[in-house]
């Protein structure tokens, strides 16, 4: 290689090197920053804490409060990630009947999207009734509320599938399971982590739904109690807690999809569309 070529390549590896540590730092220093200007503003305009607490009037609470915070964060991640589950099986199995099959499109889409359309807090005092308050109406709650943006992604990624390589499968002797388990699922793996990362962050919503309207434990009922008593640094420290569980979900569904479907995005790891060369 001609030192010319040599130092070009090794230009371009260094400045994708400070482009992955800028991006590595860039959430934390605007995660950082948000709350210094959150700080700022409130001590400046003298904000009251049962108005809009300071960060710092937040941590001493989730310092104080640190066993009921873990505790109901436990119960509330529980629920939460039993829900998603099932809303990843049921969700991954009709979206392939949906994608697959013209009819069962036809027959399910407008059902789907009619329940999807119903608000699922007014869903909750039902499953009350039927299940009891507590546990499984917010294991409910997050599967019904997570369960339809899987469908529409997996649905979508095999519906796709060119038509005209679908005729050459077939004309190579693929029957219709072969092209739905060797094009199909392929295709639709980026649709269906695109759902995922959409699916645990709206989980969390209908678990802390559910536990605000009928439940003994979890940050939703932590919050309710927190707040009928004007305890508003309370009830931000569980939404924070809510945030960092939800981030975390949502790196782990990003962390799996890297491993498993770099494929799809691994033009934009090209050092050289990194630089802009």
Do not use: C
């Not at 310092?63 to 969700?91: E, M």
Request: hydrophobic fraction near 55%.
């Amino acid at each position: 290689m001609r030192p010319s070529a040599a130092r070009s390549a090794e230009a371009l590896a260094e400045a994708a090197r400070r482009r992955r540590r800028l991006e590595n730092a860039l959430p934390w220093l605007v995660i950082a920053g948000m709350f210094l200007v959150w700080e700022a503003a409130v001590r400046l305009f003298g904000i009251e804490p049962f108005i809009l607490p300071a960060p710092s009037v937040i941590a001493e609470s989730m310092v104080r409060w640190w066993q009921p915070l873990l505790s109901n964060a436990w119960a509330t991640l529980l629920t939460t990630v039993i829900g998603f589950l099932l809303a990843v099986v049921f969700g991954l199995l009709l979206g392939v009947a949906i994608g697959s099959s013209v009819l069962v499109y036809r027959g399910l889409y407008p059902l789907l999207i009619a329940f999807n359309s119903v608000p699922k807090v007014a869903v909750v005092p039902i499953l009350v009734i039927w299940f009891g308050a507590g546990f499984w109406p917010a294991v409910l709650t997050a599967f019904l509320i997570s369960f339809f943006p899987i469908v529409v992604n997996v649905a979508t990624g095999i519906a796709t599938v060119e038509p005209e390589l679908r005729d050459v499968l077939r004309a190579l002797g693929a029957s219709q399971r072969d092209i739905i388990a060797k094009v199909g699922l392929p295709r639709s793996m980026p649709y269906f982590f695109a759902s995922l990362k959409v699916a645990i962050t709206v989980a969390f919503v209908g678990s802390i739904i559910s536990e605000t309207v009928a439940a003994n434990e979890g940050i939703g009922h932590l919050m309710l109690v927190a707040s009928s008593r004007f305890d508003v640094p309370l009830v931000f420290a569980g939404l924070i807690v809510t945030g960092v569980m939800g981030v975390a979900m949502y790196w782990v569904a990003v962390t799996i999809e890297e491993r498993t479907t770099g494929w799809a995005t691994r033009g934009q790891n090209d050092p050289r569309l990194a630089t802009g060369g």
